[in-house]
């Protein structure tokens, strides 16, 4: 997929980001690999991420495998030796998989997993830290950290069963075989499944969609998502009670307004 306008350094080319009107990609570019995920990829994500909150062109940021085959298969394993042998190199690894995990799930930009093919491990991982996924019929889920003898830490499990429940979530885990796009749809894993070939379509429109609302709105909500993801003591609602108001103060709110009494469709600028 060719994705015209300007792009965002990374620090490998097996992560390409891209502008494209309102939308920021992020393509995970491993073709060869399934688009395994690699060290230097989780260190540029939350680069990435942040570039695309600063830009206020952009609306939406959406998440999609190269290639015809993967989303994304999970871990590069032909890192492991280097990157996840012995305490130190763990903890390194897992310190920038925390980091990009978690800059993915405080994005201030809704976020959209566009699926095709494998969805696996640390693939899985990435697509539940977006807002929204969205599978192709050929879609492949699974976490098989179980027959790998991979630990698998609270934070990842705590976000999968907040999605698909606490039993699902074991089934998930406890079987680490892959679901089709059909069983995600039933488990909530996805929120839709699609024929592969109207996969970028039904995508484009999702995101049109939401590019077109009240920014300051969306923005709202997704605060108020990301603190409810949070333990009780943590969540600041007072912060979510100001972008609460800053949208009854916006310019965008008048707008609202005027074209619902007028009959048109606003043109919001998030402010």
Not at 109 to 125: D, E, L, N, S, V
Not at 145 to 169: H, Q, T
């Amino acid at each position: 997929m060719n994705h015209p306008g300007s792009a965002t350094q990374t620090l490998t080319d097996r992560l390409i980001a891209q502008k494209e009107g309102a939308i920021g990609w992020i393509v995970f570019n491993n073709p060869a690999r399934h688009n395994a995920t690699s060290y230097e990829m989780w260190q540029s994500l939350p680069l990435v991420l942040d570039a695309y909150a600063r830009d206020a062109e952009v609306r939406v940021v959406v998440l999609k495998g190269a290639g015809e085959k993967a989303f994304s298969a999970g871990a590069d394993i032909s890192q492991f030796k280097e990157k996840r042998t012995g305490a130190e190199a763990v903890k390194e690894y897992n310190a920038a998989a925390d980091n990009a995990n978690k800059a993915l799930r405080e994005c201030p930009k809704p976020t959209i997993a566009m699926i095709r093919g494998y969805c696996i491990g640390g693939g899985t991982a990435i697509a539940v830290g977006c807002d929204i996924r969205i599978a192709a019929e050929d879609a492949r889920f699974g976490v098989p950290a179980a027959k790998l003898g991979l630990g698998y830490r609270f934070e990842g499990i705590k976000r999968l069963a907040e999605i698909v429940g606490p039993s699902s979530a074991a089934e998930i885990f406890f079987t680490a075989r892959q679901f089709t796009a059909q069983e995600a749809l039933q488990m909530g894993l996805v929120n839709r499944v699609v024929p592969v070939a109207e996969l970028e379509s039904r995508t484009l429109d999702y995101a049109g969609t939401i590019a077109e609302n009240a920014p300051l709105t969306v923005g709202s909500v997704k605060r108020a998502l990301i603190e409810y993801m949070k333990d009780p003591a943590q969540r600041d609602l007072a912060l979510c009670q100001r972008m609460v108001e800053a949208c009854y103060e916006s310019e965008d709110y008048r707008e609202g307004q005027a074209a619902f009494m007028e009959k048109r469709k606003p043109q919001f600028k998030g402010r």
